[in-house]
Every structure is written in C-alpha cells, then in structure tokens.
C-alpha cells in the first residue's frame, strides 16, 4: 500500500488542521502554525507508515508547533506605547462568532486543545490523550470542562446583554 501524494494529503485535511491551530493559538498565529505543520509533515511524510492515521498524525504536528508559537510569543516583548495590531475574521474558519473565539482563547491551555482536537479535528479521545499525554479518561474530562466553561461564559455573555 502506498501513501497518497502530500498534495492531496493537504486539500483534504488542511482545513482542519487550520481550525485547530486558530483554536489553540488564535487567529494572529494561526497560518504560521499552520504553514509549520505542513513544512513539518511533508518532511517526515515519506517515513509515515501507510496504515497511519493522517489526520491524527497532523493533529500531532500542529499542536506541538502552536505549543512552540505560545511560548515564542509569552518570550516577546510587549510594546506599551502603541495599540494593540487588530485582528481580523477574514477568511478564517469560524470567523464569524468573535464571541465564540474569544471564550476558546480564555481556556486553560488542555481544556483549549481538548475542544479543539475533539470537535474541531474529530479525533477520538484516545489520540487526543497520546497528542496532550494524559489518558483518554482525562481528555475526556477536559473538553467537557472546556464545554461547561463555554457554555458558563457565553450564556453569561448573552444573559449579561439582555438585563
């Protein structure tokens, strides 16, 4: 069995990785942990073993290089005299609901990825215990945690809006 041509590799799975990246380091950072994760992977493509979850595998790849852009970015300094660069929702997923994304940002860093992985990614909790290292028991609590925090929030959010 031989491996598909990483082009396609890619296409199919580069909207996903993009979303999980945005998710863990935000939207800023984004396409550069997402540029890393491919010129990563399509390095060690070749030795990946065809019965390989890709999905997983770049799962993998991209989380370890957000990991990288938040502690290159918690090391530089921080300007005092100007204002903040903003943001912008153009052309990333899940854009539209800045709420949203904001809330995700606020997470603690394994309750973030665990949401991220799970239902940005779809990866079962027993890769995203292999990806996080902690059992499958405690990526589970963590994105259910991640959830309720959500949910708290946004309905706090919501609820502050209407009184």
């Keep these: 069995m031989t491996l598909k041509p990483f082009e396609d590799v890619v296409a199919e799975h580069g909207r996903t990785v993009l979303r999980v990246c945005r998710a863990v380091v935000g939207p800023v950072d984004a396409e550069d942990a997402w540029s890393e994760t491919f010129i990563a992977a ?21 989380h370890r290089k957000a990991l990288d852009h938040i502690r290159a970015r918690d090391r530089r300094p921080v300007p005092t005299d100007e204002l903040p660069e903003q943001t912008t929702d153009r052309g990333l997923p899940g854009g539209q609901d800045p709420e949203l994304w904001k809330a995700v940002g606020a ?3 394994k309750q973030r990825a665990a949401v991220a992985y799970h239902y940005l990614a779809g990866l079962p909790y027993t890769e995203i215990a ?6 499958p028991a405690a990526s589970r609590r963590a994105a259910a945690d ?13 609820s502050g809006d209407i009184t």
């Design 42 to 62: 399509m390095r060690a493509y070749p030795d990946l073993g065809p019965e390989s979850n890709v999905e997983a595998w770049l799962v993998t790849i991209a």
């Design 107 to 109: 997470l603690p860093m």
């Design 130 to 135: 292999v990806i996080l290292g902690n059992s």
């Design 146 to 158: 991640g959830v309720a925090a959500l949910r708290k929030t946004l309905s706090i959010s919501v």
